[in-house]
């Protein structure tokens, strides 16, 4: 948690010519916290680290002075995990998010933990924005927001995300059909 509010509130600088996207990488270490009693990293822990290199993905966009005239703030609406290799006490850990795509409701992203180059785990993540009172912001807004330069139009979604987003009940349905 340390390490998330430092990430938010003390954001690292934004990253000249940094588009939404393009990678955002953050390089933590495992602390004793993150342990569980088996000694490797807790489950938890790894969603508090991806939360951490969220909050550098928007600081990378210069995006919390962005949103914070808003004052629109992230939420995750869904997230999954995928584990491969253990975390152990002191770890480097890399994690790179990127953003795959977005609807109307949600921007999707991955973000892939490493330890010396070696995947740890993966885990793909349904966001949105809420402003003030808590109502939801379009996706496209809040990337049109983050990245004047970004496209229009979201890239097309890998396939399983798609059907990830359908299974949960998270992405954008036409609310005039059935």
């Not at 139009?153 to 998270?170: C, F, H, T």
Request: aromatic residues 8%; glycine residues 6%; hydrophobic residues 40%.
């Amino acid at each position: 948690m340390i390490q998330l509010t430092w990430a938010s509130l003390r954001p690292r600088k934004p990253v000249p010519g940094q588009g939404v996207l393009d990678p955002s990488v953050t390089r933590l270490r495992v602390h004793p916290g993150d342990l569980d009693l088996y000694l490797h990293v807790n489950n938890g822990a790894y969603l508090q680290m991806m939360d951490v290199a969220r909050s550098n993905f928007i600081a990378d966009l210069d995006g919390f002075r962005r949103i914070g005239d808003r004052k629109w703030y992230p939420v995750v609406a869904a997230s999954t995990m995928t584990y491969k290799r253990s975390l152990r006490l002191w770890d480097p850990v890399e994690i790179t998010t990127r953003v795959l795509g977005w609807d109307q409701r949600v921007v999707y992203m991955e973000q892939v933990i490493t330890c010396r180059d070696r995947l740890s785990a993966r885990g793909y993540v349904a966001g949105r924005f809420l402003g003030p009172g808590a109502e939801r912001v379009p996706a496209p807004d809040v990337v049109a927001l983050m990245g004047p330069d970004a496209p229009a139009e979201s890239p097309a979604l890998p396939d399983d995300v798609a059907a990830w987003a359908r299974a949960l009940d998270v992405a954008h349905r036409d609310r005039t059909q059935a």
